[in-house]
């Protein structure tokens, strides 16, 4: 079965620091990988994507996410994590195994930014 | 664009009552989904459409119904509401293609409290 694991439910960090969500997945034939951020009361809005290629893929707000298939991972990051970063994160993959038009989500982790 | 758009944003329901979330896009998408988001969750699926006139089960199908009359349009139906029911409802389209998987669009949401 296609599951996602973010295995941290909340994470704080200073701002300026940097920042590292960690995704975990188990799927059976390649994968495509998402982000996806959700502020408060908002939708979800993509962040970043990993279909095929270079590993290491580059998304909105100086995100970047680097995919590792020895690991089955696709941990988010960001050098340096702005007060307006604050939000809750989402890890999902999809493609041929779940029929491509179907996403499987983690539970999310919600960011937490300090002064 | 408008995008996704869902109606309405907030609703309080006795139990019994019946329903009908709405959502349309008007990016002439082939796919969409509807999610419901739990704390603790993430984002588990109800039902999905792969385009007018063909719907097929989620994860989490029971109690909710679906339609896809048109392209645009693809309504979420409860027909007897329960308290387990209460949760942030997503729509969310994406475009097909056989081999093709591209990133989905969602919505606001729709906050639904089962009283």
């Known amino acids: 079965a296609q599951s996602v694991t973010q295995p941290d439910i909340h994470i704080t960090v200073s701002e300026g620091a940097s920042l590292e969500l960690r995704c975990n997945y188990s799927?059976?034939?390649?994968?495509?990988l998402f982000w996806y951020v959700q502020s408060p009361g908002q939708g979800l809005q993509l962040l970043l994507k990993?279909?095929?290629?270079?590993?290491l893929v580059q998304g909105i707000k100086g995100f970047e996410a680097e995919f590792k298939r020895s690991q089955s991972s696709f941990n988010l990051r960001k050098p340096s994590v702005h007060w307006s970063d604050a939000a809750e994160y989402f890890c999902?993959?999809?493609?041929?195994?779940?029929?491509?038009?179907?996403?499987?989500f983690g539970t999310g982790t919600r960011l937490l930014v300090s002064p | 664009n408008a995008g996704v758009t869902q109606t309405p944003k907030f609703q309080v329901l006795k139990t019994g009552q019946s329903m009908t979330l709405q959502c349309a896009q008007d990016?002439?998408?082939?796919?969409m989904s509807w999610y419901r988001q739990d704390p603790g969750m993430g984002l588990r699926l109800i039902h999905y459409?792969?385009?007018?006139?063909?719907?097929d089960q989620g994860e989490v199908p029971n109690g909710y119904n679906v339609s896809r009359s048109t392209t645009e349009d693809f309504p979420l139906r409860l027909l007897s509401a329960a308290p387990s029911q209460t949760s942030v409802y997503f729509c969310?389209?994406?475009?097909?293609?056989?081999?093709?998987?591209?990133?989905?669009?969602f919505g606001q949401g729709t906050r639904l409290t089962v009283v």
């Open positions: 459409s792969v385009g007018a006139g063909i719907t």
């Open positions: 969310a389209s994406k475009n097909g293609g056989a081999g093709v998987n591209t990133e989905a669009f």
């Open positions: 999902a993959v999809g493609g041929k195994n779940t029929g491509f038009q179907k996403l499987v």
């Open positions: 990993y279909f095929s290629g270079d590993t």
């Open positions: 990016m002439n998408h082939e796919y």
């Open positions: 799927y059976g034939a390649t994968p495509y």
